[in-house]
């Protein structure tokens, strides 16, 4: 198992440029998540997915849009990107069963916006 | 609202116990978790103690739950150079999207 990864690894934008962040888990999970970490701050939720076709906000949604088109697939997209959202991206997956609360998270991708 | 608090830094010298402190706010959480992430990587998740537990131990770590304080420790006994990472405490709550994660402690070892 993979577990779960994060393409790219590193990127650099401009102001208004757009990119999508890809993210893949091969655990069959249920739970998606996108978080950004920023210093001194911890983790913040971007937006998550309970399913396949199925989206939700978080607590810092805005700039961002996501899609779960297929279960194993998460992406997270930045329409025209800000300096305000270079930060470092994370990737998390959950199963849904009951009884599993444990997020497993992929390596994130670095995100600088000049 | 929830809130998640922890100190920034903590440096020991190797070989000693590291105590690492979390205080929380909302006491409706059903896990607390400790999450371990060395540089350049992603959270891995060290140990995670259910709310209606005072402690669970787990080789040479120890978490200890003070819940009337709303106070979660994190002790890693004989502390290594290997430990050496941010530690992130956090809390989740019977909805999915719930969890909310402290800023992390930064552990250094000392030689």
């Known amino acids: 198992n993979a577990g779960v990864t994060q393409t790219p690894k590193f990127r650099v934008l401009k102001t208004g440029q757009s990119m999508t962040l890809l993210c893949a888990q091969d655990?069959?999970?249920?739970?998606m998540y996108w978080y950004r970490q920023d210093p001194g701050m911890g983790l913040r939720l971007i937006h998550y997915?309970?399913?396949?076709?199925?989206?939700a906000k978080g607590e810092v949604p805005d700039g961002y849009n996501v899609s779960r088109l297929k279960k194993q697939n998460f992406l997270l997209g930045l329409e025209s990107a800000a300096p305000s959202q270079t930060s470092v991206y994370f990737c998390?997956?959950?199963?849904?069963?009951?009884?599993?609360?444990?997020?497993?998270f992929g390596p994130g991708t670095r995100l600088t916006v000049t | 609202g929830e809130d998640v608090e922890q100190s920034l830094f903590l440096s020991v010298r190797e070989g000693d116990s590291s105590v690492i402190n979390c205080t929380y706010t909302?006491?409706?959480?059903?896990?607390l978790y400790w999450y371990k992430q060395e540089p350049g990587a992603g959270l891995q998740l060290l140990t995670y103690?259910?709310?209606?537990?005072d402690m669970k131990q787990d080789q040479r770590l120890t978490v200890l739950l003070n819940k009337k304080d709303k106070h979660l420790s994190l002790r890693i006994a004989d502390t290594q150079t290997g430990d050496s990472a941010i530690y992130f405490c956090?809390?989740?709550?019977?909805?999915?999207?719930?969890?909310?994660f402290g800023s992390g402690t930064r552990l250094s070892i000392r030689p």
């Open positions: 998390a997956s959950k199963t849904g069963s009951s009884g599993g609360h444990e997020q497993y």
């Open positions: 655990m069959n999970h249920e739970y």
């Open positions: 997915s309970v399913g396949e076709g199925t989206t």
């Open positions: 909302d006491s409706s959480s059903t896990y």
């Open positions: 103690i259910f709310s209606n537990m």
């Open positions: 956090a809390e989740s709550f019977s909805s999915a999207s719930k969890i909310i």
